[in-house]
C-alpha cells in the first residue's frame, strides 16, 4: 500500500507543471485566509477615503503577508499543515481527473461520458473522490460554530480527512484501473 502512495506521488509530482499548481494553490488558499480573517479592516481601507491609492496597496499587502496576526500558535501550524494538504491535494486531483479522463476517451467514450465519470471518479466500493472531497468541505464547515476547542478539532479533522484524500487518489493514480473489493 505505502509503495503504491508513494508511486502516485512520485508520478504527479515528477512533473513541474504540478509543483507550480500546488504552490499556486497554497498561496491562493493563505490569501484567502488572510482576507477573511481581515476584511473589516481591508474593507475600512478601501472605503474611508483616508489612504491613497498606494497606502491601500501597501496596507493591504503587509495585512496579507502577515503570519502571526489572527492566529495562535496551535492554529498556525494547522492551518499550515492544511494549507499545504490542500495544494498537495489539488494536484493529485487534478492529475487524476486529466488521466482518467485520457483512459476513458482511448476505451472509446464520448466526451459527455468523460465528463459524467469525472464527477463520480471512483466506484461504488471506493466512492467517488471529486463528490466525496466537495461533501466533506461543505459539511466541516458548518459545525464549526458549535465546538469547545474554538475550531482546532475542525483543522484537525480536516488533515485527517485531506491526508485519507492524498492517500486514495494516490494510490488510485498508481494504479488506476484496479479497484479491490473488500468483502
Known amino acids: 500500500m505505502i509503495p503504491q502512495i508513494f508511486l502516485g506521488l512520485k508520478e504527479v509530482f515528477s512533473k513541474k507543471s504540478y509543483w507550480i499548481l500546488s504552490l499556486v494553490v497554497i498561496v491562493l488558499f493563505w490569501i484567502l485566509i488572510r482576507l477573511l480573517q481581515s476584511q473589516d479592516f481591508i474593507r475600512l481601507v478601501w472605503t474611508s477615503g483616508l489612504f491613497s491609492f498606494t497606502q491601500r496597496i501597501g496596507l493591504t499587502s503587509q495585512t496579507l503577508l502577515q503570519?502571526?496576526?489572527?492566529?495562535?500558535?496551535?492554529?498556525?501550524?494547522?492551518?499550515?499543515?492544511?494549507?499545504?494538504?490542500?495544494?498537495?491535494?489539488?494536484?493529485?486531483?487534478?492529475?487524476?481527473?486529466?488521466?482518467?479522463?485520457?483512459?476513458?476517451?482511448?476505451?472509446?467514450?464520448?466526451?459527455?461520458?468523460?465528463?459524467?465519470?469525472?464527477?463520480?471518479?471512483?466506484?461504488?466500493?471506493?466512492?467517488?473522490?471529486?463528490?466525496?472531497?466537495?461533501?466533506?468541505?461543505?459539511?466541516?464547515?458548518?459545525?464549526?460554530?458549535?465546538?469547545?476547542?474554538?475550531?482546532?478539532?475542525?483543522?484537525?479533522?480536516?488533515?485527517?480527512?485531506?491526508?485519507?484524500?492524498?492517500?486514495?487518489?494516490?494510490?488510485?493514480?498508481s494504479n488506476p484501473l484496479l479497484c479491490k473489493i473488500k468483502s
Open 67 to 173: 503570519v502571526f496576526s489572527h492566529f495562535s500558535l496551535a492554529s498556525l501550524v494547522l492551518t499550515i499543515i492544511i494549507i499545504i494538504m490542500t495544494g498537495i491535494n489539488i494536484s493529485l486531483l487534478f492529475y487524476y481527473v486529466k488521466k482518467s479522463a485520457r483512459l476513458r476517451r482511448s476505451t472509446g467514450m464520448s466526451l459527455l461520458g468523460v465528463i459524467v465519470g469525472i464527477l463520480g471518479v471512483g466506484c461504488s466500493s471506493c466512492g467517488s473522490v471529486l463528490l466525496t472531497s466537495v461533501i466533506g468541505l461543505s459539511a466541516t464547515s458548518s459545525i464549526l460554530g458549535i465546538l469547545p476547542f474554538k475550531g482546532l478539532e475542525i483543522n484537525i479533522l480536516a488533515i485527517v480527512l485531506l491526508g485519507v484524500s492524498i492517500v486514495m487518489i494516490a494510490k488510485k493514480i
